[in-house]
């Protein structure tokens, strides 16, 4: 992500960059209108973030606007492996993210032939789900995982760590993602409040 732009997950990863370790199932409707309204807003954002002179801008994002841009603008840029991502926006800083993610390329090259090795639990593809607070201040991020789960199974903190740096990897960053770390928002964004079903992005 270039310096100062929204691309990716300007929202979301905003949101605790929960589109990589986020499943299907999804109740509320999705569409290409709400995904067009989101790309908008980003548009807006970056063009805020651009001008000689950034103006105070608060932004709602709507649970199906991102959702929508999350199907229909990120679907195929996706990491391969990670399918139909969902966040739901509960409010007081609280999100769920779901994903169907392919859990067999995550072990390779760790699993061992011992029975209770606990790489030999990540095979297939199954839903994960991770439920944490994002908090923001000042242009910093941070967002505190509560619980996660595989099929509804609790999964301890690592093995969603060893999921979310496998499929963050990137030149940027090789090692992937670490989940609680602080990260800067971009695109001069100060703040974002997390209410329910919305979130706001404050410049």
């Given at each position: ?74 679907g195929?840029k ?29 072990g ?10 606990p ?38 903190v ?16 090789p090692q ?28």
């Amino acid at each position: 992500m270039k310096h100062g732009r929204i691309r990716f997950l300007a929202v979301p990863a905003l949101i605790g960059v929960l589109g990589i370790y986020v499943v299907s199932a999804a109740a509320d409707p999705v569409s290409r209108r709400d995904a067009a309204r989101l790309q908008a807003k980003i548009d807006r954002i970056n063009q805020n973030a651009t001008g000689q002179r950034h103006a105070a801008l608060r932004t709602p994002v709507s649970e199906a606007e991102l959702n929508s841009y999350l199907q229909y603008e990120l679907g195929d840029k996706l990491p391969a492996g990670v399918k139909d991502p969902w966040v739901s926006i509960l409010g007081d800083g609280r999100l769920s993210g779901r994903a169907s993610v392919d859990l067999s390329q995550v072990g390779q090259g760790k699993k061992t032939a011992g029975m209770l090795d606990p790489y030999n639990y990540l095979t297939g593809t199954l839903p994960v789900t991770a439920n944490g607070v994002l908090k923001s201040k000042n242009g910093v991020a941070t967002f505190a995982l509560e619980s996660a789960s595989i099929s509804g199974v609790p999964m301890p903190v690592w093995m969603l760590q060893e999921i979310v740096s496998y499929y963050s990897k990137s030149t940027a960053t090789p090692q992937g993602v670490t989940i609680e770390k602080p990260f800067p928002l971009p695109a001069g964004i100060r703040e974002i409040q997390i209410d329910r079903g919305q979130a706001v992005v404050i410049q």
